[in-house]
C-alpha cells in the first residue's frame, strides 16, 4: 500500500510531465522547478523527495548544471549535499548531515531531479533546495520543499466528499453540455424544416403559376363561335 508521501511524489511526477507535454506542445519562455511544499517522513523509514523541472531546450550535459542543498528550519546557512559533474553525472558530496544515506533517483533524461534519503532522522527534518541551471536558458530554477520527520503519518483523508462533488460537478458539466447539443441540433433541424417548407411553397407557387399560364394559352386558342 502506497503512503501519502509517495503519492504526493507520484502526482507532482505526473503534472510535471504533463506540463512537458503541454510545454513541448505550444513553446515555453522559461525554466520552472516543480516540488511539493512539503513532505512528511515517518522516522527511520526512506523517503523520496521529488524535484523535475520544465526548460525551453532538451539538456546539454556539458552546460548542465544542479545542486541539492539542506538548512535547517531557523538557519540560513545552506550545505550542498549532491552536485552535477559532465563526466561524472549526479554525485553524492562528503556531508557530515547525511553520509552515505543519499543517493540519487532520478532521470536525466527525463528532467527528473529526485533523490532518495534514508533512514531518515529527526535531525533531517528542515528545507531542501534543487537548483537548476540549464543553458541558453538564462534563468536560474530553484525548488523548495520542507521535510517533516513524525513518528507516525498523519491518517488519509475521506476522498468521499471530494470525489462525490467531483462526480456532481462532472455530472452537471456532462449534462449541460449534452443540452446544448440537443437544442443546438433541435435548431439545426428545425432550420432544415424552415428551408423545405419554402423550397415547397416556392415549387406550389411556380406548379400554381404553370398551370395558370397553361390554361391561358388553351383558352385563347379556343375557335370563335359562329
Not at 70 to 93: A, S
Not at 146 to 170: F, K, N
Amino acid at each position: 500500500m502506497s503512503s501519502p508521501a509517495q503519492e504526493r511524489s507520484s502526482g507532482v511526477q505526473l503534472v510535471s510531465a504533463l506540463l512537458l507535454l503541454l510545454l513541448s506542445l505550444s513553446g515555453c519562455s522559461s525554466m520552472d522547478v516543480l516540488m511539493p511544499n512539503y513532505i512528511n517522513v515517518l522516522n527511520g523509514t526512506t523517503v523520496k523527495i521529488p524535484c523535475t523541472f520544465t526548460s525551453c531546450y532538451k539538456m546539454d550535459a556539458a552546460r548542465f548544471a544542479m545542486n541539492w542543498t539542506y538548512q535547517e528550519t531557523l538557519n540560513d546557512t545552506e550545505e550542498m549535499f549532491m552536485t552535477y559533474y559532465k563526466k561524472r553525472g549526479m554525485v553524492p558530496l562528503r556531508s557530515d548531515q547525511f553520509g552515505d544515506r543519499v543517493m540519487f533517483a532520478g532521470n536525466l533524461d527525463k528532467n527528473d531531479l529526485s533523490i532518495t534519503l534514508s533512514d531518515v532522522q529527526s535531525d533531517d527534518e528542515g528545507i531542501y533546495n534543487c537548483y537548476v541551471r540549464n543553458p541558453p536558458d538564462r534563468i536560474q530554477g530553484h525548488g523548495v520543499i520542507q521535510l517533516y520527520v513524525v513518528t507516525e503519518l498523519p491518517p488519509p483523508r475521506d476522498s468521499t466528499i471530494a470525489v462525490a462533488i467531483g462526480a456532481s460537478v462532472g455530472g452537471a458539466l456532462a449534462l449541460l453540455i449534452l443540452s446544448m447539443v440537443v437544442v443546438k441540433c433541435l435548431r439545426r433541424h428545425r432550420k432544415q424544416e424552415l428551408i423545405s417548407e419554402e423550397k415547397m411553397e416556392e415549387e406550389g407557387k411556380l406548379e400554381a403559376e404553370g398551370v395558370a399560364e397553361e390554361g391561358t394559352k388553351n383558352v385563347s386558342s379556343l375557335p370563335e363561335d359562329l
